[in-house]
């Protein structure tokens, strides 16, 4: 019995030591992301901030480097814990970005970009670009907008919703003209 306690401590001290090692290797690489995250944002160059750089390896493989998408999945997981307080920051800086800085634009140009990509963030830039669209009184270009939205994340009931409720209100707007 005693063989049977000591052989299940150092299993679960192995298992702790592992988990250790592999935190520290995801705290040390996903605050280096932030840091390139924030100099990009500094830099006023928000794709990059919001997904990073995209870069290949020596196989040919193409990963993404230094963006507030990379820190905030590398800590999305249920047993990523305890989580750094720069995961937080990176959230808001995120929606910062999107509710803040983009501009149509910008915003057009990431669809582009990243459409049928690895991209968590695709369809609230585009709910900002029709809200942006509408903001300039360009109400054919939103519903454009809006309607790409609905079309291109179908799988999204969120961002269905919220697409279909703008469009709702802006097929009646022009409806009262």
Request: a negative charge; charged letters at 25%; aromatic letters at 12%.
């Amino acid at each position: 019995m005693k063989k049977g306690l000591l052989f299940t401590a150092a299993v679960i001290g192995l298992v702790g030591l592992i988990y250790a090692w592999v935190w520290v290797e995801v705290y040390q690489t996903s605050q280096f992301y932030y840091e390139m995250a924030t100099d990009n944002y500094r830099k006023g160059d928000y794709g990059a901030a919001l997904k990073g750089v995209e870069t290949e390896n020596a196989n040919g493989e193409t990963a993404f480097l230094g963006g507030y998408q990379q820190v905030i999945d590398a800590w999305d997981q249920p047993y990523a814990w305890p989580r750094p307080s720069f995961v937080e920051d990176a959230r808001g800086m995120v929606d910062q970005i999107i509710n803040e800085k983009l501009t149509i634009a910008e915003g057009e140009a990431l669809f582009q970009a990243y459409f049928n990509r690895d991209n968590r963030y695709l369809g609230r830039i585009m709910l900002r670009v029709g809200e942006l669209y509408e903001q300039q009184q360009d109400v054919d270009a939103a519903i454009e907008t809006y309607e790409v939205v609905r079309q291109a994340f179908a799988n999204d009931d969120g961002l269905i919703k919220t697409a279909s409720q703008r469009l709702s209100a802006l097929k009646k707007q022009e409806e009262n003209r």
